[in-house]
Antibody
Framework: QITLKESGPSLVKPTQTLTLTCTFS??????????VAWIRQPPGKALEWLAL???????RYSPSLRSRLTITKDTSKNQVVLTMTNMDPVDTATYYC???????????WGQGTLVTVSS | QLVLTQSPSASASLGASVRFTCTLT???????IAWHQQHPEKGPRYLMT???????YKGDGIPDRFSGSTSGAERYLTISSLQSDDEAVYYC?????????FGGGTKLTVL
């Protein structure tokens, strides 16, 4: 059974760097075809894709946020980490991680973690 | 540029059927898409993947009332025998080697 869970600070100050961790079970990020994504959702708004990391360490970013994002993985810990620099109140959102495999149709979501950016 | 277009809202009566549309633009009409359901204050739930040939694959535990289909660049999610618990926002999503994309979501009101 695939599960994912996001963790990190619930409150950050403007200009700070946010670090979020996605801890997962039920799959390995060293398996060919696996990828894990980060998605966010501001209150009352739609889902927005942020970043993607592949089993082979390849990574991709939303063009509009590329300069602020870094996604990494620790296969031994079953974790994916997202860092976002220079946080602003408009970055207040629930942040989700999700799993896909290239060869299977399903998507598995974490429960999300709410991050508020405020001084 | 790949864009997924959804109507912002829909409504239907209890026991009726409703169909959601997700339109692929930007030359990606042959892409598969996924549908996700999101209840208020909850995280998204994967419903199904709909392929360009109209076939679809449903996630674990998704009732038979939910089905998917395709016409050209449009991908559909149909819910029959509507229940009050179907009231939610429905998002379509697709992916390519370099990115994921979400539609803006359709909020379903069950009357």
């Amino acid at each position: 059974q695939i599960t994912l869970k996001e963790s990190g600070p619930s409150l950050v100050k403007p200009t700070q760097t946010l670090t979020l961790t996605c801890t997962f079970s039920g799959f390995s990020l060293s398996t060919d075809g696996v990828n894990v994504a980060w998605i966010r959702q501001p209150p009352g708004k739609a889902l927005e894709w942020l970043a993607l990391i592949y089993w082979d360490d390849d990574d991709r970013y939303s063009p509009s946020l590329r300069s602020r994002l870094t996604i990494t993985k620790d296969t031994s810990k079953n974790q994916v980490v997202l860092t976002m620099t220079n946080m602003d109140p408009v970055d207040t959102a629930t942040y989700y991680c999700a799993h896909r495999h290239r060869d299977t149709p399903s998507t598995y979501w974490g429960q999300g973690t709410l991050v508020t950016v405020s001084s | 540029q790949l864009v997924l277009t959804q109507s912002p809202s829909a409504s239907a009566s209890l026991g009726a059927s409703v169909r959601f549309t997700c339109t692929l633009t930007g030359g990606y009409r042959n892409h598969a898409i996924a549908w996700h359901q999101q209840h208020p204050e909850k995280g998204p739930r994967y419903l199904m993947t709909v392929n360009s040939d109209g076939s679809h694959y449903k996630g674990d535990g998704i009732p038979d009332r939910f089905s998917g289909s395709t016409s050209g660049a449009e991908r559909y999610l149909t819910i029959s025998s509507l229940q009050s618990d179907d009231e939610a926002v429905y998002y379509c999503q697709t992916w390519a080697a370099a990115f994921w994309v979400f539609g803006g979501g359709t909020k379903l009101t069950v009357l």
